[in-house]
């Protein structure tokens, strides 16, 4: 079984900056990619950045130059650095990890539970 946590987020002023962490924990063998995902109020869950284990970092247009992607390897931890933040940043930013478990050797995908990043203007 394979677990993933977001932790960080918090009510932040606009400009501000905030540090998102998703900590994989359980039977893994190895981490494909990791994704960040985020849902503003009434609106559809949009992809933000995309981590892969090939070295691969993209980031979402609305979130370039001002979000950043790192890895903590040792610790199957992924941050997300978001500097400049706006109101419309506002949302629940959500975790996303292909992962091959290490008893069954299957790929499988995994979300953690999210964690709500508020903007203030």
């Known amino acids: 079984q394979v677990q993933l946590m977001e932790s960080g987020g918090d009510l932040v002023p606009a400009g501000g900056s905030l540090r998102l962490s998703c900590a994989a924990s359980g039977s893994i063998f190895s981490i494909n990619g990791m994704l960040w995902y985020r849902q503003g109020p009434g609106q559809q869950r949009e992809w933000v950045a995309t981590w892969t284990s090939g070295g691969d970092i993209n980031y979402a247009d609305s979130v370039k130059g001002r979000f950043a992607i790192s890895r903590d390897n040792a610790e199957n931890t992924m941050y997300l650095q978001m500097n400049s933040l706006k109101p419309e940043d506002t949302g629940v930013y959500y975790c996303?990890?292909?992962?091959?478990?290490?008893?069954?050797?299957?790929?499988?995908?995994?979300w953690g539970q999210g964690t709500q990043v508020t903007v203030s203007s």
């Open positions: 996303n990890a292909e992962i091959r478990e290490s008893v069954s050797y299957r790929v499988r995908l995994y």
